[in-house]
């Protein structure tokens, strides 16, 4: 990425899942162009916690930008192995769960069930000693009261171990969303496009739907409760990250928009510093959650 852009000018920059152990992901075709977005069903394709350690982590620490490692696992043990993992790398300063990922206790994602989900999140804040704890919220548990039921379970687990100074007991933040579930099939093959059979959505497609997502949990709950949200879906244009702010979110992510322009996240941001002149304000904080309604 730094090829392409000067990462100091982005507030942060989130690797790609890691799991405990090293992961070839599904066979290919694993990505492909949607007219609305992208479809993946990369499978998690990633080095492992060990490759990452050895050959990564001495390199994040030399990264003008601000770290956020992403976990993924497919039980507790092993996101908490992960994410304990990263807590020890000092330049990594939050770690991610992404718990669009299969438990293998019975086969539920983590981001499927709200008890799963406090449970998952628990157990992790036990290990983190200095990393903020981020939630990457799945979509598929959409709905206003039910995304907001998950946002609940994500922040305020119970039971969880006395919280760090300026820590809450649960996530310090909640990301959303990840991918839609989604497929593309060729119809004169007859065969799905993706060798997985299905895949995720992402990108333009996905932006309206998530960014409903980030409103109703916005007033749902994350308002009055002070936890800061972060939007992710189809960030292409500073607009795109305007709306976000607008309904609630603190910062944004960019996935698919990288793929194409690399250089967009620099666009989105000086977009965004014109928009706050604009609007009058010292600071992007001052617009979030301002949406006239
Ligand atoms: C090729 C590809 C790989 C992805 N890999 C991950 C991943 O490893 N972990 C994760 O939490 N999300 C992953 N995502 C989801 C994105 O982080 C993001 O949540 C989603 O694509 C929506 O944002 P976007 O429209 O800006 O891409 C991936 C998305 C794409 C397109």
């Known amino acids: 990425m730094s090829d392409a852009l000067d990462l100091s000018r982005v507030g942060g920059l989130v690797t790609k899942s890691i799991t405990r152990q090293p992961r070839d992901g599904n066979a290919v075709w694993r990505v492909l162009p949607a007219e609305c977005g992208m479809?993946?069903?990369i499978g998690l394709a990633n080095v492992g916690i060990d490759a990452f350690l050895r050959e990564y982590a001495p390199r994040v620490s030399a990264v003008p930008t601000t770290i956020i490692g992403?976990?993924?696992g497919f039980s507790i043990d092993d996101y908490?192995?992960?994410?304990a993992a990263m807590d020890g790398v000092e330049a990594i300063r939050a770690v991610e769960l992404n718990v669009s990922c299969p438990?293998?206790?019975?086969?539920?994602?983590?981001?499927?069930s709200p008890a799963l989900l406090s449970d998952l999140v628990r157990e992790c804040r036990r290990v983190l000693t200095r990393t903020r704890l981020f939630v990457k919220l799945s979509p598929i548990a959409a709905g206003p009261v039910k995304l907001a039921e998950f946002a609940r379970a994500a922040v305020e687990p119970g039971n969880s171990p006395p919280a760090g100074p300026n820590?809450?007991?649960?996530a310090d933040a909640l990301c959303i969303s990840n991918t839609m579930p989604a497929m593309a099939i060729d119809v004169?093959?007859?065969?799905?496009?993706?060798a997985n059979v299905t895949g995720g959505l992402s990108g333009s497609a996905l932006h309206p739907v998530a960014l409903k997502l980030v409103h109703d949990v916005y007033r749902a709950f994350a308002r009055d409760s002070g936890t800061p949200l972060v939007g992710i879906g189809g960030v292409l244009?500073?607009?795109?990250?305007?709306?976000?702010?607008?309904?609630?979110?603190?910062?944004?992510q960019i996935g698919t928009g990288l793929f194409a322009d690399p250089r967009c996240p620099l666009t989105v941001a000086?977009?965004?510093e014109k928009w706050a002149a604009r609007q009058g304000v010292g600071s992007i904080a001052e617009l979030v959650g301002c949406l006239k309604v």
Not at 80 to 83: F, S, T
Not at 103 to 112: D, Q
């Open 39 to 41: 479809l993946n069903a």
């Open 270 to 272: 000086k977009g965004l």
């Open 103 to 112: 438990n293998v206790h019975g086969g539920l994602e983590f981001g499927s």
């Open 237 to 252: 244009r500073w607009e795109h990250a305007a709306e976000f702010i607008l309904a609630g979110a603190s910062a944004v």
């Open 188 to 194: 004169e093959t007859r065969t799905p496009r993706l």
């Open 70 to 72: 992403s976990v993924a």
């Open 80 to 83: 908490v192995a992960v994410a």
């Open 167 to 170: 820590h809450r007991p649960g």
